[in-house]
């Protein structure tokens, strides 16, 4: 794909992906809504800014994020959800451009290529609107990725600790990241002159084994705490106790043999566990999942896995950790798998090449599918889901918080500026039925998927709808009060 020579002149490819980037989010987040997990992290962020540090580890097993939207929210004024979302926008758009510089510093002819498909990929960009903890993991991990290119010609203690420290930054957002160390320092293993060789190798991996034994020791000892994050990081590996007991429970609907002689559940369960990954994969990718088949089926492709070896290097090694997660959890959720999709980038440019080479008319359609998938990305059509705020704000403006209301979405309660997390959890709708008549208000949560339950429900459940908020597809959320009863006064203030 040529890029105009005038325009590549004055704005190299790193520059043009961080400032579209930098776009893109901004358009994202200003049409959409909170996310749940950023309903946790916004929460830990006031916890820490009202009473600190100590609180807000009570509040969050791993607050650092939000630790650090409260120092932002601190030193500028804004709340502490628009510095999540500034902080998300700076790391996203910085995460795409690293990636951009390292993928031109491995093969300048792809790196137009990578600022193009980079904006555009469905799977990744779809999550510019949410605000969540990967972005700075992404960056600050990029980031000593592109240290990490220079090292082996340039190994010094300087650069040593940058890598290092990057990669303890990008781990204070996902503590996952700690695996990257060993990934690291076994690509430089095979990179470094025999000379050099075991010199650097000791440079870079002397403190992250030293702190990883300490760690270890504090893990056995139970130093750490039971209910510590890192012990349950540590807890992921000894999983297959854990296993076997999903397989034998999941093995119950089987026949006898199934069940005892062949153990036809716990193969089931690991490749079927193991099978949602490429699944997920290639449905992150979207259309691009062309150039990924169009670059497996060709021939040369050792070279091409030579050329961006620490990123090969990296992709296997978020695959073990996904592996893990996924026969622990036997799930994984969408965003854990984006990190395969930036570390592949390369493999599918290279496919993408291949495929514009073979088919040349077909560059400019490319060219605009990219455009509007990178517009598709962040604009929604919707209203998205905006009756959440609206009955949200209904609901601040006419009552304080209080047990005698009943909330099924924890966003509702964001809106109308309660402290959710202290609320107690919700119950199953059909558990709820013997609890009604605690409560004089019940807001509940309901898809457009669910019309039946909508008319049905609370009927059921004795209840009468008194008012209503729905979005532009047929979500709602529905305001009830127990059949007979009226709805209660105004609590709030000035009403």
Known sequence: MNTPRRFSSTLSPVYFTFIVSLVLSTIAVSTNIINSDGLIYVETARVFMDDG???????????????????????????PEWCGYVLNIVFMSGACALLVS????????????????VLSIPGLNDYRSLLIREYGCWFFMLLSLRLSLDWPEKPCWSRCLAIQATLLL???????????????????????????????????????????SALLGAYFSGFLGESSRLTGEFDRFNLYAEFDATARNMGQAFNDYARESAKTAHTILFFGSLSIIPWKYLGALGPFVVPILFFLSAPGKRQRYQRHSLLFWAMCTHLLILAVFVLRMQFVAGRYILPLILFSLPFLLYGLQDLLRRFPRLQWPILTLCALLALANVISLNSGKRHYQEAGQWLGEQYVEAPRIYLENTRIAYYAGWKFKARPRHWQRDDLLGHIGQYDLLIFDFSHKESREIAAWPVKAGLREVRRFVDGNGDAVIIYVPEGHSLPPATAPGK
């Open 170 to 212: 990008a781990a204070l957002f996902r503590p996952e990241a700690l695996a990257f160390y060993p990934c690291i320092i076994f690509w430089q293993h095979f990179q470094t002159t025999p000379e050099q060789r075991w010199r650097a190798s000791l440079m870079l991996g002397m403190l992250p084994a030293l702190a990883f």
């Open 102 to 117: 390292i993928i031109q510093r491995n093969d300048d002819r792809l790196a137009w290529l990578a600022a193009i498909v």
């Open 53 to 79: 540090l100590s609180e807000a580890f009570k509040a969050f097993s791993w607050p650092f994020f939000s630790i650090l939207m409260g120092l932002l929210a601190k030193l500028t004024g804004l709340s």
